[in-house]
């Protein structure tokens, strides 16, 4: 089992790891109104030290848009495990799609944690001497 680290920058839940879960809530620091047409960079109110060799990985939850018509503006925020000092509060960016409001301590997107990318070397060739599935796009096709 690995230990994180974490540090709270405001009375929020504390983070658990769901039950029956691979992800793990965030909530929102702050009370936040966001107008349609804009974003916000809202605080998660936590920084962590991830283990050595892992990364973040930070997506709406499921019922984010849902709930808030926001949009995670980078899809998915990934935070290295450098990102560990006391002034290193995770946030996230948020597109509002309708006027919304945030409120203090609601769940609005989750995390994981990923193994790092392993060191990786690419080789220049002139064919790969594989078959060919059709091309972008073409799974489903009938």
């Known amino acids: 089992m690995q230990t ?22 965030l909530r929102a620091a702050e009370d936040i109104d966001i107008p349609s ?4 960079i809202v605080r998660l109110g936590v920084a962590m030290q991830l ?6 990985h930070v997506a709406p939850r499921s019922s984010t848009f849902k709930t808030w ?9 990934v935070i290295d495990n450098s990102f560990c000092g006391d002034n290193d509060e995770w946030r996230v960016c948020l597109y509002a799609t309708e006027d919304t409001h945030i409120a203090f301590d609601d769940r609005i ?8 990318q392993p060191e990786l ?4 060739v002139e064919t790969l001497g594989n078959a060919d599935r059709g091309g972008f796009g073409s799974s489903g096709r009938a």
């Open 109 to 116: 997107v989750q995390f994981r944690i990923i193994e790092k």
């Open 37 to 40: 047409g804009e974003y916000r």
């Open 121 to 124: 070397h690419f080789e220049t």
């Open 69 to 77: 018509h926001v949009l995670q503006t980078n899809s998915v925020a």
């Open 51 to 56: 283990p050595e060799g892992y990364e973040g």
């Open 4 to 25: 994180i680290k974490i540090k709270y920058f405001a009375p929020i839940t504390p983070i658990a790891p769901a039950p029956n879960g691979d992800w793990v809530d």
